[in-house]
């Protein structure tokens, strides 16, 4: 017989796939923030995936996963901003975070050429419409 057997190299593949199937979702990590809730509806998605800027609890500023100083925040986002086709970008802030220093922050998104900013936060937050929280 000179034909070579593939069951059992099919076996294993078919077994990889399926690990690496339940892996992947477990392998993105993130900053854990406590995102303020609202009422507002999510923004539309695009081709190119928008860029996520992270300001933690404890004051630590993030793009997508990396950490950077405050002082090369500027630097950062506009070496990016020429590199990307799109200018929209997510910020993600911290309920605890104040106010304060988010808008340093979209500042520095602003002055780094995004003009085009999406402020993150949890669905289902107060209205002003006095029905309270929406999902009640």
């Given at each position: 017989m000179s034909e070579i057997n593939v069951t059992p190299f099919v076996d294993v593949m078919?077994?990889?796939?399926?690990?690496?199937?339940?892996?992947?979702?477990?392998?993105?990590?993130?900053?854990?923030?406590?995102?303020p809730e609202t009422a507002a509806a999510p923004?539309?998605?695009?081709?190119?995936?928008?860029?996520?800027?992270?300001?933690?609890?404890?004051?630590?500023?993030?793009?997508g996963s990396t950490e950077v100083q405050r002082d090369e925040l500027l630097t950062r986002l506009r070496g990016i901003?020429?590199?990307?086709?799109?200018n929209k970008v997510y910020l993600r802030g911290d309920g605890d975070v104040p106010y304060g220093e988010i808008m340093v922050v979209m500042g520095a998104l602003n002055a780094g050429g995004f003009r085009d900013?999406?402020?993150?936060?949890?669905?289902?937050?107060?209205?002003?419409?006095?029905?309270?929280?929406?999902?009640?």
């Open positions: 078919l077994v990889l796939l399926i690990i690496f199937m339940v892996a992947a979702p477990l392998l993105t990590a993130g900053v854990p923030i406590e995102l923004l539309p998605q695009e081709d190119e995936e928008p860029l996520a800027v992270t300001v933690a609890a404890d004051g630590r500023v993030l793009i901003a020429q590199e990307r086709t799109s900013i999406g402020l993150v936060t949890d669905a289902g937050g107060p209205t002003l419409d006095g029905g309270g929280t929406q999902g009640n």
